[in-house]
C-alpha cells in the first residue's frame, strides 16, 4: 500500500484508493488557517473570496502529476480551490477522454495535503454521484454540457437533495439563453450557490483566440444575474498562453470576480490542452502582474467605478470596429460575385427592407430613427465603397 492508503474500494467499475492518514501532513501555515474550519467552511470562505483563483491541471493525467500540479499550486499561496477534468469531453475522437473515476481519489488525496477544495466537471447523473461519492467540493459542467438542455437537465436531476455549489459554463456557441436555461434548471434541482464561468465562445476561422470572448456577452450576462459570481477562463479563451495575462486583465478590468486558468507541472508534456497551460510558479508571476482594481464606497472609489464603465465601453467600441472589418470583407466577396454575375451594386429593395428591419429593432433598444438612419447609411456607403474597388478593379 502507498503513503497514506487506507483502504481501497471498487467505484464506477474501477478499484479505487481511499486515502486517510496523509491528512496529517497538511502544510503547516495553512492549517493554521483552516485548523478550527469544517471542510464545507473552508469551500464557503472560498466561495465567497473576491477575487477567487481556481487553477489545476486541464485535465489529471496520474496521480504525481496531479497531486504534485496542486502541492505546487498551495505552495504559491494564491490559489483558492483546484480544478481538474476526470472525464474529457473532446471535440474530436481520438483526444485524451480522460482519466475517469479512478483519478477521484487523486484529487482526494491531494486536497488531504494542501487543504485546498477540488473541483471537477461533470456531464452526466453517474458522474455527479461519482464525484460527490469523493467528496468532490464544486462541480462544473462544461461548455459542450451547457449547449444540451437533455444533458443539463440529466445533470440537474442527479444534484437534487444534495448541497454542493455548481458553477455553469457558458456553451460554445453564442447563445444567452441557453446559458441562463442551464442556471434555471441546475436552481431548480434546489441547488442554491450557482456560478457562471465564461470561457469564451467558438466561431469559424477565428485565429487570434481559441474561443472568441464576446465580453459584452459575459456584461450581459452578469447584469442579468447579479446575484452570480461571474468567473473568467483565461484559458480555454485563450488557447496559447502568451496572450492569458491579456485576457485576464481584461476580465478583472470588466469586474469579474475571479479567474480559472489551467496549470501543469510540465505543461509541454499535458495530455490535453498543452498550449494553453502554465506551471503553477508561473501562475503566481501572472497573478502578480495583474493590476487588481479596487471596491467601490467613497468618491475616490466613485472615479473606479466610472473607470470601469469605460473599459467596458472601450472593449464594445473594440469589439464593434472588429465586427465592421468583418462585415466589409463580406461586402468584398459579395462585390466578387456580382462582378462575376454582372449584377449591379446598389439594390435598392434590399436596402430598404434592412433599414425598416433596423428601425424597429432600433426603436426596441431605445435607438433614435435619425441614429439609425445615420450608422446604417455611413455602413452601407462604406460596403458600396468597398464593392465598387472590387468590381472595378
Ligand atoms: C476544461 O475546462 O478543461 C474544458 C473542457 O473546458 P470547456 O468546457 O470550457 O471547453
Ligand atoms: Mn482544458
Redesign the pocket.
Known sequence: MGKGLIRQETVGGWETAVYGASFLKVNFSHMEATATKSAKEIVQAAWNKRPLIISGP??AETEEQTVQTIERLAKTGKVDMV?A?IW??RTRPGSFEGIGTKGLPWLQRARQLTGLPVMV?VATGKQVEDALHFDIDVL?I????TVNPFSVQEVADALRGVDVPVLV?NP?NPDIELWTGAVERVAKAGIKQIGL?H?GFSSYGNTEYR?APMWHLAIEMKRRSPGLMMIN?P??ISGRRDILLDVAQKAIDLDMDGLII?THIDPDKAW??ARQQITPERLAELLDSIKWRHETTTEKDFITALEKLREQINHIDDELIQLLGQRMRIADQIGEYKKANNITILQTNRWNSILEKAFVKGEKLNLSKEFITKYYDAVHMESINHQNKIMNS
Open positions: 486541464c485535465s480544478r477534468g474529457k469531453p466537471e462544473w462544461g461548455a459542450r454540457t459554463k460554445i464561468i470561457r474561443n477562463d484559458s480555454h489551467e490535453s490542452d
